[in-house]
């Protein structure tokens, strides 16, 4: 029980420094969305319903160049596609009738996920959903005050943020490396993504690297 | 309806779908073995692609920038058993100060 209750409070723990990371990127997407043309109203509506920076950003920046909707629908879904092999991954977690699965499912974002890994395709569902609801918040009301106000803040780039989420990302992969099959297929989906951010669009080389998983079907490595 | 509108609709409508894929088709079921072999392996090959992306990913090409001093120093802390927060602060810490003096 106190194990339960101390990994349970580190989840929370680990959770609040990345919420206070995840909100000054709702509220620079609050600010650069407003910048690019879009409003009030439609950046917040995009934060509570897409959940996921890097098509939100990828939108700002295609409809603030004048690149048209159709470029940036295509970017955005294309970088969002991952969340279906993401909620593939962590499936038996949701129980119950079909609107409160859809409804739960909604809290998975990368960040989310990324804690509540367990290694051995175990995840924690209290980590899951605590970490994910704190993270929507923050999102959200970042970007409230991001449209609202975001000349004030500053550009989270000045404070390395955006250094700080592949670091959060490394420290989540590497007890799962210590499995072999777990850390070749890691390097092996690593090695595709890296070959392929130079040649397809951002969100791709993503969603093409989680066919390393397909090594899960060799019986031996 | 605005393109602004047409956009965020359509995206959000996207990604509320993709999220919603394993929970509302597969929810609550146990995978079959060999299946659930394979998806065991998504969590450590997604993580590292992220790793990979938000360290030298850009708009279309590979960007080496002061991102990856924060992924350095971020390394050197998880092999000292930092914990995650002390993580997430040395590696901001890291990329900013490399940005300062670049």
Known sequence: M??????????????????ATVWFFGASFGLVARAAGMGVLAPLVMSATTF??????????????????AAAIAAAVLLNARYAPISISVAPLFRGRLPRRLLESQLIVDESWALASRGGGRFDRRILLGAGLLLYVSWVSG???GVLAG???????????????????LALLAPQLRAPRAAAAAALGAVIALALIPVTPAGTPIVA????????????L | MSTVWLVVLVVGGATVAFKATGPVLLGGRTLPPAIAEVVALLAPVLLAALVVTQAVGGDDDLVL???LAGVG???VAIAARAPLPAVVVVAAAATALARLFT
């Open chain 1, 2 to 19: 106190s194990s339960f209750v101390s990994r349970y409070r580190d989840g929370a723990r680990a959770a609040s420094a990345v919420a």
């Open chain 1, 52 to 69: 996921a920076g890097s098509a939100q950003f990828a939108v700002t920046s295609i409809l603030g160049a004048g690149g048209g909707g």
């Open chain 1, 143 to 145: 970007t409230a005050v």
């Open chain 1, 151 to 169: 000349d004030a803040l500053g550009d989270p780039k000045d404070l390395g943020l955006d250094g700080a989420f592949p670091a959060l990302f």
């Open chain 1, 209 to 220: 690297a989680s066919a390393a998983c397909l090594l899960g079907l060799r019986r031996r």
């Open chain 2, 65 to 67: 920038d002061a991102r």
């Open chain 2, 73 to 75: 120093a971020g390394a």
